[in-house]
C-alpha cells in the first residue's frame, strides 16, 4: 500500500526553462493539495484539486504556474520560465475526501532549485 | 487570515526529558494538526483534532478551542524525535491548511 509518491526528488533548472512536478496520491485518494516551503520560511498552500477540477488555487501565483489532476495519472505542477525565486521544496498531499478536517498524508517533496 | 505562532523556535533537550510543543492561533479553526519533518524532508500527519485530546504512543495533543491554543507533549523523548514540529490549522470556507514556522526540536543523548 504504496503512500504519496512525489517525483522527481530533486529537481535542477536553469532560469527560464519549465519544472515539471509529479505527485501520485494514495490508492484511493481523490483529492490533492500542493504546498511549497521556501527556505527559512513555513509552508504555504498553493492548490487544491480534485480529480479532474481545481477546487481552490488560491495560494497559487497567477503566472507561470499551474495544476491538473487529470482523470487517469498522477497530479502535475507546472513552472513556466522559472526564476530562482521559485527554489524551494513542493510537497503533495492527498486525503481520500474533501481535507478541511481529514488526515492528510504527504509526499516526500520535490527541491527544486533554480540555477 | 489566521496567524499561527509556535513556541519555542527551537529546543534542545536530553534523552528522557519532557517534552512540550505550543501553538497558538488568531481565528476560529475547525481542525488543528501536528506534522512533523525529518531532517531528510519528509512530513508525517501526527494528530487531527478539533477538540479535546489525543495520544499515541509516547506523543500527546491538546486544544483547547476557547483559548485558541493546542500543545505537543512527548514523554520519554529519544534522540530519534528529533525533527521540526509543524502546527496547522484548516479554517471554515477554505481548503488548504495555514502552517506554523515549525519548531526544531533536537533530543541529545
Known amino acids: 500500500n504504496a503512500g504519496v509518491m512525489q517525483n522527481p526528488r530533486h529537481l535542477v533548472r536553469r532560469r527560464g526553462q519549465e519544472a515539471r512536478l509529479r505527485c501520485s496520491p494514495m490508492?484511493?485518494?481523490?483529492?490533492v493539495y500542493w504546498y511549497r516551503q521556501l527556505p527559512e520560511e513555513g509552508l504555504k498552500f498553493m492548490v487544491y484539486?480534485?480529480?479532474?477540477?481545481?477546487?481552490?488555487e488560491s495560494g497559487m501565483p497567477k503566472e507561470r504556474f499551474s495544476a491538473e489532476f487529470p482523470k487517469e495519472g498522477p497530479s502535475i505542477l507546472r513552472i513556466q520560465q522559472v526564476v530562482r525565486g521559485d527554489s524551494a521544496a513542493y510537497f503533495c498531499?492527498?486525503?481520500?475526501?474533501?481535507?478541511?478536517?481529514?488526515?492528510?498524508?504527504f509526499g516526500s517533496g520535490t527541491q527544486l532549485s533554480v540555477l | 487570515k489566521n496567524e499561527v505562532e509556535q513556541s519555542p523556535q527551537n529546543l534542545t533537550a536530553q534523552e528522557g526529558e519532557f517534552i512540550t510543543i505550543n501553538c497558538s492561533y488568531s481565528?476560529?479553526?475547525?481542525?488543528l494538526h501536528w506534522l512533523q519533518q525529518h531532517p531528510g524532508g519528509g512530513i508525517v500527519s501526527l494528530f487531527m483534532?478539533?477538540?479535546g485530546k489525543k495520544k499515541h504512543g509516547r506523543l500527546i495533543a491538546t486544544i483547547n478551542i476557547q483559548e485558541k491554543h493546542s500543545s505537543l507533549h512527548i514523554t520519554a523523548s529519544h534522540p530519534r524525535d528529533s525533527a521540526v514540529y509543524i502546527c496547522?490549522?484548516?479554517?471554515?470556507?477554505?481548503?488548504?491548511?495555514?502552517f506554523g514556522k515549525g519548531t526544531h526540536l533536537i533530543i541529545q543523548p
Open positions: 498531499a492527498s486525503s481520500p475526501r474533501s481535507g478541511r478536517d481529514e488526515k492528510l498524508f
Open positions: 490508492k484511493g485518494h481523490s483529492h
Open positions: 484539486l480534485q480529480k479532474e477540477n481545481i477546487i481552490d
Open positions: 481565528v476560529g479553526i475547525s481542525a
Open positions: 483534532l478539533s477538540s
Open positions: 496547522a490549522v484548516s479554517e471554515g470556507g477554505a481548503d488548504g491548511l495555514t
